[in-house]
């Protein structure tokens, strides 16, 4: 069975600080997809990254940067520089790949959440 | 389009009513996942489709909840004689292969049972 462990219920930084947010996973596919998605007081949920378990390349997109461990099953997401606008409820996620007449992802598990605030 | 749309955005029942919510995935998506997002935090998916066929369903509760994606509409979720425990935000997510694209999320359906 699939699992997601975001062990930080809530995290609190002053602007400009850099925060990290941790992720850990079990699964026994050999290929699959992590995710991380930004939940902000509105309620949508928006797509921050996806990564292949062939990819451990680490990732930065501006203030954001991402280190996947394979070794260690875990997949870490950095704020540098904090901003009250990235205060949100920030999840990770896990699909399968799939092979049914396609590639699919398989349905997502999702961890439970870091409740980030950032305070002026 | 290039979002996932759900309808509506909020939907009040009363106890025993029906609920049907909708969501057209991006085009040319043909893979579409529904989930459940109770109590804020915790998300459970329900079902999802490869075009109009039902790809996994292991989610889905046995009884009241049903689902379709049909060509040319958008795809459903139906919730016969809905329960309070029913209250939640209902999130559509469509892809194609896995390899191609990521899962992009709709703005979600707030259901409220009352």
Not at chain 1, 32 to 47: A, R
Not at chain 2, 37 to 42: A, C, G, I, P, S
Not at chain 2, 48 to 58: A, G, I, K, P, W
Request: glycine share 6%.
């Amino acid at each position: 069975a699939q699992k997601v462990t975001q062990a930080q219920t809530e995290i609190s930084v002053v602007e400009k600080e850099d925060v990290t947010l941790d992720c850990v996973y079990e699964t026994r596919d050999t290929t699959y997809y992590l995710f991380w998605y930004k939940q902000p007081p509105s309620g949508e949920l928006v797509f921050l990254i996806r990564r292949n378990s062939f990819d451990e390349q680490n990732e930065i997109s501006g203030r954001y940067s991402w280190n996947f461990q394979k070794s260690t099953s875990s997949f870490n997401f950095t704020i540098t520089a904090s901003q009250v606008v990235d205060s949100a409820v920030y999840f990770c996620a896990l699909s399968e790949a799939l092979n049914a007449g396609g590639t699919s992802y398989g349905k997502l598990t999702f961890g439970q959440g870091t409740i980030l605030t950032v305070h002026p | 389009g290039e979002e996932v749309a759900q309808t509506p955005k909020h939907l009040v029942r009363g106890e025993g009513q029906k609920a049907k919510l909708y969501c057209a995935p991006i085009k040319g998506h043909s893979y579409v996942f529904w989930y459940q997002q109770v109590l804020k935090n915790e998300f459970k998916f329900l079902i999802s489709f490869q075009n109009e066929n039902v790809f996994d369903e292991t989610g889905m509760p046995k009884e009241r909840f049903s689902a379709k994606c049909l060509p040319n509409s958008p795809c459903s979720l139906e919730i016969q004689a809905t329960k309070l425990e029913d209250s939640a935000v209902y999130f559509c997510a469509s892809s194609q292969s896995a390899g191609v694209s990521p899962l992009h999320f709709g703005n979600g359906t707030r259901l409220t049972v009352t």
